[in-house]
């Protein structure tokens, strides 16, 4: 802990982010960790991660083929580990590092409908509520308020324009070398925003409790500025 660390153990929370797609949750919940010394988890991360296995595996070709992928799930191992060059974690499927290869469009285009399925819903919760079971963990996904921790002290619901959002998710993709057009990236969004919001289980929506962000204008530092005003009350 440095001196910037504002929590102790004594009086650690659970911090939940839900919301739309690349709105920055990842970027906003993991400098909220960094500063207090929490643990992240991208959820997002570990339905790619189930994704690309059930592609590998060959459980989704031109469908998905829902019993073959269910079956798969015992021999879905997922770490995260810090990885130092890049500041962040990277997760691990069964050994492997694939935070590349689960960010990729294939993966993108299926990821929403593998996350509709009830058993793989199941199996990624109980990972998740064991990964925080001590709180002082930072959670983004899409059910995190609603279902994983619906008793966490902070919730919050981000939004941004759907442009921006666009226009953030296509500069990563660039910066990465990934050839994805604009237009394929708002397509993208647009398809699992819908699949996301109407799915029978756990679609996403604003937990009751939650504070919504819409950071559309804002920089990361004046969305610090605003969620460590919230965390204070709790320290
Ligand atoms: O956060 P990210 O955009 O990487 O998530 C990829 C997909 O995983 C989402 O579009 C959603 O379908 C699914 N997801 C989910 N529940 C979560 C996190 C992600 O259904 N808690």
């Not at 996350?115 to 990964?131: C, D, F, K, P, W």
Request: a neutral charge; aromatic letters at 6%; proline letters at 3%.
């Amino acid at each position: 802990m440095n001196s910037s660390t504002v929590n102790s153990s004594a009086s650690k929370i659970t911090i939940a982010i839900d919301g739309f797609s690349s709105c920055g949750k990842s970027t906003f919940a993991r400098e909220i960790a960094a500063r207090l010394g929490y643990i992240f988890v991208d959820t997002g991360a570990m339905y790619r991660a189930v994704t690309l296995f059930g592609l590998r595996q060959g459980a989704i070709t031109t469908q998905i083929d829902t019993p073959k992928l269910i079956a798969l799930l015992p021999k879905v191992q997922l770490t995260f580990r810090f990885n130092p060059a890049r500041g962040a974690s990277d997760l691990y499927l069964n050994d492997e590092n694939v935070e590349s290869q689960i960010r990729s469009l294939e993966v993108s285009d299926w990821v929403s409908r593998v996350s509709q399925i009830g058993a793989v819903r199941t199996y990624l919760v109980h990972l998740q509520q064991e990964m925080g079971r001590h709180k002082g963990i930072v959670m983004d996904g899409r059910d995190i308020g609603t279902v994983v921790f619906p008793d966490a002290e902070l919730k919050i619901f981000m939004t941004a324009d759907p442009q921006v959002r666009a226009q953030r998710r296509y500069r990563e993709l660039q910066a990465k070398g990934d050839p994805t057009s604009l237009e394929e990236v708002a397509r993208n969004l647009r398809e699992r925003d819908e699949a996301d919001q109407h799915r029978e289980i756990s679609p996403l929506r604003q937990a009751q409790d939650a504070v919504v962000l819409d950071n559309s204008h804002m920089t990361v530092e004046q969305q610090m500025e605003w969620v460590m005003q919230r965390v204070a009350v709790w320290m």
